[in-house]
């Protein structure tokens, strides 16, 4: 295996693996807050979620490899 192709991978799993984790916990805590302790909560007794981010990090890591293409040549299979 080609080591770019190898760090690549790495990449997306890693990338993949935190905003997975963080669409994870924002699910749950927006489904069931009581199972969280108050420790977990803001000043004003809410759950922080973090929905927005991982679709933030997601899509400027698609855009990078957009702008990573050469013109005319096909998009890397990831």
Do not use: N
């Amino acid at each position: 295996m080609d080591i770019d192709r190898q760090s690549t991978l790495e990449y997306v799993y890693l990338i993949g693996l935190g905003t997975g984790a963080a669409y994870l916990y924002s699910v749950v805590a927006t489904l069931t807050p009581g199972w969280f302790p108050d420790s977990f909560r803001g000043h004003g007794g809410e759950l922080a979620v973090y929905f927005e981010p991982a679709v933030a990090i997601i899509a400027l890591v698609l855009l990078g490899q957009v702008f990573s293409c050469k013109p005319g040549a096909e998009p890397a299979a990831h």
